[in-house]
């Protein structure tokens, strides 16, 4: 081995190069082919299997058309705009609760995480059982003496979809509170002692300083939040199915099933595009708030 | 010149990620055995030459020989170099022992080899004790030795230093410079120490390395350094309190050329100018030592006394214990003299000082070149 | 000091201010919203079902019985199969065990490269690798099934493990880089000096002292694997169907009388092993879904 001459641009940092395979075939191939093969077949008229023949938008027309897929839509935009209001509020003001110095701190904690590690599936299915409209809390609530009580979620089209939000939420927050509690934690304990000495109240220091300088974690949260949203299909498998008629459908359900169980590819295929360019765009701003331009420092 | 005595030989070499010029067309050659410092302030390149030598860093232009065999594009292992870092590096989940022998058994050395290689390395540090501990539980010092011990391990013929005393306190840093003059003394293997710490630099260094912006602003002995330094940067970078520094401009004063500070003529008769005396109305920087300045008034002899006296008030002391930094002014810009800490001063009193030109520095204001 | 007080003076008040029992109130009433569902699982897999018909989902067993649970293990029905969610349970391990070690193995190894040895274009493919992480699943299903088509191992547990590998590398990736690269950066350059090669210093330096990550990394697997529906259904084929899959189709089974009971302890059973490690890991959990949150 000679120290004299360069070497070569192919062979330095061979092994980490070999090592990075996998990432690099994930990425390209993956991330960016499939992708690509996508969004490309989304403008053809393919069915069952894919094919060449181009059709310009007559997928996303006729998706647009689809009674199925605007009630996706709409249960999505409902689901997100409260999970994400729910989540972030509750989640806040837990972790904010337990920041307060408080005994079993630990134990709290831990109960309110614990549906977090737990499957959307038996999420759904737990809620599916408290929420039935025969055994449920309907039902427990009348046998309390108050015989008109209505509470059956499941079985009503216009309020399934806030069915599906509680269990979501159950699952979900415990998350949020996590984050917030190490953000909370990573505030400057003489930000306290200087607020206490200057007499102002505590929930006026958490609106006016806490609250804007957690703004970090509340956009990462955002994020975190929002891309759980337009992956929302477990739950609804398991706690709705869809229904009651097509009153809790969601966007990814809508793909998988005109992909895999009714072969209609194009359609599929678009709805996942759509689903694409909404993540798109709640990214971009995300991307330039965090990565763009650069803080004078 | 005589290349069988060049240890490391650094040659026209530069660096730069993009736009950005870490090294710029650096040359250094570096004597069998000698000690030497490279100083500077932080961001100034000394850490990043270092790496260079050692391999750990590709450099753009230039070549590097150790013991007269290009290394340029070697391997770090392969440039028979060891280096010792600032927070030493030792394997945290490894025993003292396994730390030395790592290097030797990844190049498939045979156990009676290692052992007797690490045996011999832990005798002349004197850790045998210590050779089944985990680094976790040694003191800072012991970790210095660890630390030197696995470059001594592998037989190298230069040792690198990043650092190494940065992290401790004043005590310990004093008593392991100490030991590592000792170990130098003892082994006289070529040394490459990096620091930024000016004592560090004059206690240990055979030659220093001044460096500043990626470049060598002087190599040279450390009393050299001390007392000529090149340029404005370097006088001032070096001793402590600070070189006191008086822009003024060049006057003809007696015949011979002279300083004006603010209307106080300072005359440069005693002065050794580098090259030829600067024309009048020259813009100029006087140094000054706090420790070059004499008190307690002019000799009874004037003739046999080579300083100029002033006489002006004192504005503030500082006492430092052995010292006392006497502050006062020149033309209205303030000047700090070192005196005897039993001398006592006071505030507002009058204070006659007398400043040695022979030792003094003198630079172009615009360029800070020392003239 | 005050005359009125009767309590020793001390630096904190003992006694319960309106705001601490505020606060004390709010926590209690959020717990009981996170362990009713908890409490309703478990008392109902413990009931027999003509006192789930008579009761309210909320009471506890009057007589309790094992039975729900013995039938939900060995006997509950999928379509046309009574075995139970037994098969579904090994069919997660087959799955878990091999997805968890292999997506951990190339991830770690990733994100080691990605921090110590950066070459052209790394910073690249990781930054492909992150943002791809946000791109629905949906959008990379079909050709994925295309692909594993061509490759032969469509429907088979080489598929699904190759599917946990891909999906979880983003943030394992992410998780082991940002590890790496707060370790001291001078253990790395010292090995370097030792003559250690890009395997040596990864197994013999950096991964000894890397547990913790290796810990949390396992733990997020676990629990993401096990939790898994979409590419179970998707990837895994019939007879490799894991417990989530196998649990909603006995659940949501259209056929035969509703049991409840042993639907409820079906759903725990499937929920048992996230919940175990969950309880047993506690702030490495914790760790590991901040570690998600937190950008690199």
């Avoid at chain 1, 009651?244 to 998988?256: D, L, Q, R």
């Avoid at chain 2, 990096?194 to 602003?217: F, S, Y």
């Avoid at chain 2, 600070?242 to 005359?267: K, Q, W």
Wanted: glycine letters at 10%.
């Amino acid at each position: 081995m000679s120290g004299d001459r360069r070497p070569s641009g192919l062979t330095r940092n061979l092994n980490a190069k070999i090592a990075a395979v996998p990432m690099i075939l994930t990425a390209l191939v993956v991330f960016v082919g499939c992708s690509i093969w996508s969004i490309g077949y989304s403008f053809t008229s393919s069915n069952s299997l894919p094919v060449n023949e181009f059709v310009g938008l007559a997928q996303y027309e006729r998706l647009f058309k689809t009674s199925r897929w605007i009630v996706s839509l709409k249960n999505i935009a409902i689901y997100g705009v409260f999970s994400i209001f729910f989540s972030l509020t509750m989640g806040f003001l837990l972790a904010a609760l337990l920041d307060q110095k408080v005994r079993f701190e630990n134990v709290f904690r831990t109960i309110f995480l614990y549906p977090f590690a737990l499957s959307f599936i038996v999420t759904g299915l737990v809620w599916q059982w408290i929420l039935n409209p025969t055994f449920g809390i309907e039902h427990v609530v009348r046998g309390l003496g108050f015989e008109t009580f209505s509470f059956a979620p499941l079985s009503d089209r216009n309020t399934v979809i806030y069915a599906l939000l509680i269990a979501g939420l159950w699952q979900g927050t415990g998350l949020v509170m996590a984050i917030m509690l190490a953000g909370l934690r990573g505030v400057d304990e003489e930000i306290w002692k200087a607020s206490r000495v200057e007499g102002i109240p505590a929930w006026r220091v958490y609106v006016s300083v806490i609250i804007p300088m957690m703004k970090p974690v509340f956009v990462t949260t955002l994020v975190l939040i929002g891309s759980g949203i337009v992956r929302l299909y477990d739950l609804v498998i398991a706690m709705t199915n869809g229904g009651p008629g097509a009153s809790s459908e969601v966007p990814a359900k809508y793909v998988y099933d005109f992909m895999f169980s009714r072969g209609n590819l194009g359609q599929g295929l678009a709805a996942s595009t759509i689903m694409l360019i909404v993540v798109i765009t709640i990214m971009i701003p995300w991307i330039y708030i965090e990565y763009g331009p650069k803080k004078r420092a | 010149m005589n290349k069988h005595n060049v240890s490391v030989s650094v040659q026209d070499l530069s660096l730069s990620f993009g736009t950005l010029t870490i090294l710029k067309q650096l040359n250094l050659d570096i004597q069998e055995g000698e000690f030497l410092v490279l100083l500077g302030p932080s961001g100034c390149g000394k850490s990043t030459l270092l790496n260079c030598i050692a391999g750990l860093l590709d450099i753009t232009e230039g070549r590097i020989f150790i013991k007269g065999k290009n290394v340029t594009w070697a391997e770090p292992k392969d440039r028979g170099i060891g280096m010792v870092f600032q927070s030493y590096a030792l394997y945290p989940q490894m025993t003292v022992e396994r730390n030395l022998s790592f290097g030797l058994r990844v190049s498939g050395m045979d156990k009676a080899e290692i052992d007797k290689r690490v045996a011999r390395a832990a005798d002349i540090l004197q850790i045998q004790p210590l050779l089944h501990r985990k680094p976790g539980q040694l003191s800072g010092g012991q970790r210095q030795r660890v630390a030197i011990g696995r470059a001594l391990v592998r037989n190298v013929d230069v040792f690198l230093f990043d650092e190494p005393l940065s992290n401790l306190d004043a005590q310990l840093r004093a008593e392991l410079r100490v030991e590592i003059k000792k170990l130098h003394h003892s082994l006289g293997n070529t040394m490459i120490y990096v620091t930024h710490d000016q004592i560090e630099a004059m206690t240990l260094a055979d030659r220093i390395a001044v460096m500043k912006g990626g470049v060598i602003q002087q190599l040279d002995a450390p009393h050299e350094i001390y007392n000529r330094p090149v340029n404005r940067f370097v006088a001032g970078f070096l001793g402590s309190p600070a070189m006191t520094f008086l822009d003024g401009t060049i006057t003809a004063a007696n015949g011979g050329p002279a300083v004006n500070i603010n209307g106080t003529v300072v005359p440069l008769g005693r002065y050794g100018f580098a090259g030829a005396a600067p024309e009048a109305g020259r813009p100029v920087t006087l140094g000054v030592r706090p420790e070059h300045i004499a008190v307690g008034g002019a000799s009874p002899e004037p003739e046999a006394d080579r300083r100029h006296w002033v006489t002006d008030k004192v504005t503030l002391l500082e006492p430092t214990g052995a010292d006392t930094i006497v502050w006062s002014e020149l033309g209205g810009l303030p000047i700090t003299v070192r005196v005897d800490a039993e001398k006592h001063f006071h505030v507002g009193e009058p204070f006659a000082y007398g400043l040695d030109l022979t030792r003094a520095s003198l630079f172009d204001k615009a360029s800070g070149d020392r003239l | 000091m005050s005359v009125t007080s009767v309590e020793p003076s001390g630096a904190r008040p003992r006694r319960l201010s309106p705001s601490r029992f505020m606060i004390y109130a709010g926590l209690f009433v959020a717990a009981v919203y996170y362990l009713l569902p908890l409490y309703v699982m478990v008392v109902t897999s413990l009931k027999g079902m003509p006192e789930i018909r008579l009761g309210n989902i909320f009471s506890p067993p009057m007589e309790i019985t094992f039975q729900p649970w013995v039938t939900a293990w060995d006997s509950a029905c999928t379509g046309l199969y009574c075995e139970g969610l037994k098969v579904g349970f090994w069919n997660s391990m087959k799955i878990l065990i091999p997805s968890v070690i292999v997506s951990i193995a190339i991830a770690s190894v990733n994100g080691y490269a990605l921090s110590n040895w950066k070459f052209k274009g790394s910073e690249v493919f990781f930054t492909i690798l992150i943002i791809g992480s946000f791109i629905p699943y949906q959008v990379m299903l079909y050709p994925l099934v295309i692909i594993m088509r061509e490759l032969g191992i469509f429907g088979t547990l080489t598929a699904i493990i190759v599917v946990h590998t891909i999906f979880g590398m983003p943030i394992l990736t992410l998780l082991f880089r940002n590890y790496f690269a707060a370790l001291p950066v001078e253990l790395f350059k010292a090995a370097r000096v030792d003559g250690a090669g890009f395997w040596q210093i990864f197994l013999q330096v950096l991964a000894p002292m890397s547990l913790p990550i290796f810990v949390v990394a396992v733990i997020l697997q676990v629990t993401g694997i096990w939790n898994d529906f979409l590419f179970g259904v998707i990837f895994a084929g019939t007879e490799n169907y894991p417990m989530t899959v196998q649990l909603n189709n006995i659940v949501n089974a259209t056929q035969g009388v509703k049991e409840y009971n042993v639907n409820m302890a079906a759903t725990i059973l499937t929920g048992a092993v996230p919940l175990i490690i969950y309880f047993l890991s506690g702030r490495y959990f914790v760790r590991g879904i901040a570690a998600g949150a937190v950008k690199g």
